[in-house]
């Protein structure tokens, strides 16, 4: 993964003071333009999810130079994701609902680079949960 991870540990730092309002209105924003996805989450506490999510962040975030320790965990979360009946098509809501958030909470620091970095690093950590779901250990 040759992603551009000062980048991506700058903007996320910024964010992580407020991580839990950050979660709180991503799953706000992501059931508001998506409500296709709302009934994976119909058994789920939210706030279990909220504090699940960030967490997968700031692990994402904290091992970005270890793709060796990255890649097992993401396709493992991949696999529990196909497990809770996620599908290829969702990780688009999620990815646009995720970057939207980050837009309104970095405001003027969300420049077209911050974005494209997240863009990129959306897409590895996607494609790596989607070899999980689909079986590949790699």
Known sequence: ???QVDVLERSFKAVAPRGEEFVATFYTRLFS???????????????????KLLAALV????????PDVLGPVLKDLGRRHAGYGAKAEHYGA?????????????GEAWT??????WVEAYGAISGLMLEGANGHSG
């Open 1 to 3: 993964m040759s992603l």
């Open 59 to 66: 692990l994402a975030v904290e091992n970005l130079r270890r």
């Open 94 to 106: 999620v990815g646009a609902a995720l970057l939207e958030t980050f837009s309104a909470y970095l």
């Open 33 to 51: 333009d998506h409500p296709e996805v709302k009934p994976l989450f119909g058994g789920a506490d939210m706030a279990v999810q909220q504090k």
């Open 112 to 117: 077209p680079e911050v974005k494209q970095a």
